[in-house]
């Protein structure tokens, strides 16, 4: 195709970018295609527009009915019929672990400052690990939380952290991975600055790419406060970029969906 007239030139650059490990999952893709609008719990979307919003992303129909099938089975997903459309909407009971993780993927700040240890009985019963999104295990029964602490049997420091339990809330596959999205990130942002995308399903589709690399990483891990991390972590310039590569790849309107 001539690039002078092709709306977004860049596309296939940048979405090789933000996927270098290869094409997602297709049900991981559908449920952020429906997560970044869980802010509004009657959205919907017919097969078809999601349809137009994956092809770019690599995503063929019958690999889209498979995944969608299993999201039915996995009760993340309810389906409704309009005429001859499947309508498709997030489950109910989704919606609210949906909704928290979105306010750590859309957020433009850093979480707040705060952290404290809570340490377990050693005469009792081994507790259980803690869920990732909250909690992380720095040693058997040695427990860090984000915030303050909530009662009086736990520690909450008066210093910075050592560096041995920065390097536990980020050990080295992770600070990879975010240094693989971190390298992504600035090359989608290079190319939607230099050219950027109309309203188009590959515009949608680079918005999709862009949450799910983001959600991907920064869900690996608890909330904690940026200064708990190691001193190199690309963590607070990760976030910079995704929140400008969403500022200029605005969710589809209703209408916007319509027209597809």
Do not use: K
Request: glycine residues 6%; charged residues 25%.
């Amino acid at each position: 195709m001539d690039d002078r007239a092709d709306p977004f030139p860049g596309f296939d650059e940048a979405a090789a970018a933000l996927t270098p490990d290869g094409p997602p999952r297709v049900w991981s893709l559908i449920v952020t295609v429906l997560g970044d609008n869980s802010a509004d719990p009657d959205f919907e979307i017919g097969a078809g527009p999601l349809a137009r919003i994956l092809e770019p992303a690599g995503v063929t129909g019958p690999a889209m009915r498979v995944a969608l099938h299993r999201l039915r089975r996995d009760g993340w997903i309810t389906t409704r019929r309009d005429g001859r459309s499947a309508i498709y909407r997030l489950a109910s009971t989704r919606q609210p672990e949906t909704r928290a993780a979105g306010a750590r993927i859309y957020a433009t700040e850093p979480p707040p400052p705060g952290w404290h240890l809570r340490i377990a009985d050693p005469d009792a019963a081994a507790p259980e690990p803690p869920a990732r999104d909250v909690a992380t295990a720095l040693a058997p029964r040695m427990i860090l939380h984000s915030g303050p602490a909530p009662d009086a049997f736990a520690f909450t420091p008066s210093g910075p952290a050592p560096d041995w339990i920065r390097a536990r809330i980020c050990p080295p596959d992770l600070m990879q991975a975010y240094r693989t999205l971190h390298a992504g990130l600035a090359t989608a942002e290079a190319i939607t600055r230099a050219a950027p995308p109309s309203a188009d399903p590959r515009a949608m589709a680079l918005r999709l790419l862009t949450v799910h690399a983001w959600r991907r990483v920064l869900l690996r891990h608890p909330p904690f406060p940026d200064d708990l991390f190691p001193a190199d972590w690309p963590g607070p310039d990760c976030r910079a970029l995704v929140a400008t590569l969403l500022a200029r790849l605005p969710r589809p309107t209703a209408d916007d969906l319509a027209a597809l």
